[in-house]
C-alpha cells in the first residue's frame, strides 16, 4: 500500500505565498512523475504541475513564472512553492505519484487526500 500525505494549505491574501508538501510512504520501490493538481468548485480538476524523477518540470500557463515545483527523491517528498498567488488559485490542491511497487510491474497513480488552499482579495 502507498500513502500520499499533503499538507501546507490555508488562507492567503492575494499576492502572498503558500508552500505545499506531501510526502509518499509504503511500498516504494521506485517513483516516476509526481505532480500537484487543483479542483475549483465547480470546474474540472486540472494539471497544476509536474516533475519527473530527473526533475524535468511542467507547468500550466495560469502558474507559469508565479509556482515552483521540486522533488526530494530521498525523502519521497514533492512541494509547491506558490508565490503572487491570486484568488483564482482558490482551490483543492491534490498530489499525485506515479508509484512503482516492485521491479517487475508497471507504476500505479496515487493520490493525496486534497488540501484547500484559499486566496483572498
Known sequence: ??????SGGGLVQAGGSL??????SGIIFSIND???Y???PGKQRELVAAI???GITNYADSVKGRFTISRDNA????????NSLKPGDTAV???EADVVTTNWAPPDRYWGQ???????S
Open 75 to 82: 525523502k519521497n517528498t514533492v512541494y509547491l512553492q506558490m
Open 34 to 36: 509526481m505532480g500537484w
Open 38 to 40: 487543483r479542483q475549483a
Open 19 to 24: 508552500r505545499l508538501s506531501c510526502a509518499a
Open 1 to 6: 500500500q502507498v500513502q500520499l500525505v499533503g
Open 52 to 54: 519527473t524523477s530527473g
Open 93 to 95: 490542491y491534490y498530489c
Open 114 to 120: 486534497g488540501t484547500q488552499v484559499t486566496v483572498s
